[in-house]
């Protein structure tokens, strides 16, 4: 159902969601998180998230840095590094991510933003600056 382990080979903590579960879950601290069953809510997470192949995700939002997707998602995912979708990924909703790796197979239902790298850097002017 729920697994923790303190340490994986590379010393960072881990924690496996197997069951189904419904609500908010936010990290402020870097885990590697794998969902493997149902999940329904927000994830905020820091590290890395890996959505399984079985898994099946209804979020309003998703939230993290890096992002893997085998299973089904239904909802926003905003990625601070990296989303990949996996070949068996299954995605409806927006994504946002500055690297985005979408594998032969990989399904896509939404809009897509990559942000450049002005947009990155520089602060967003307001209509009467830019006149």
């Known amino acids: ?10 010393g960072a903590k881990v924690i496996d969601i197997e069951a189904g579960m419904e609500g908010n879950i936010k990290f402020s601290t870097p885990v590697n998180l794998r969902i493997s069953g149902n999940f329904e809510g927000e994830l905020d997470t820091r590290g890395n998230l890996i959505i399984g192949k079985k898994a099946n995700v209804k979020a309003k939002i998703i939230n993290g840095e890096n992002i893997t997707i085998a299973g089904k998602v239904r909802g926003d995912i905003v990625s601070t ?9 299954k995605v409806i909703g927006n ?3 500055p690297v985005l790796v ?4 990989a399904m896509l239902k939404g809009k897509c933003q990559m942000p450049i790298d002005e947009e990155k850097s520089e602060p967003k002017k307001s209509s009467k600056e830019k006149k």
């Not at 590094?81 to 990924?89: F, I, K, N, Q, V």
């Open 102 to 105: 979408i594998s032969e197979g």
């Open 95 to 97: 994504i946002k991510a």
């Open 1 to 10: 159902m729920f697994k923790k382990t303190d340490r994986s080979k590379t």
């Open 81 to 89: 590094y990296r989303l990949e979708l996996s070949p068996s990924a």
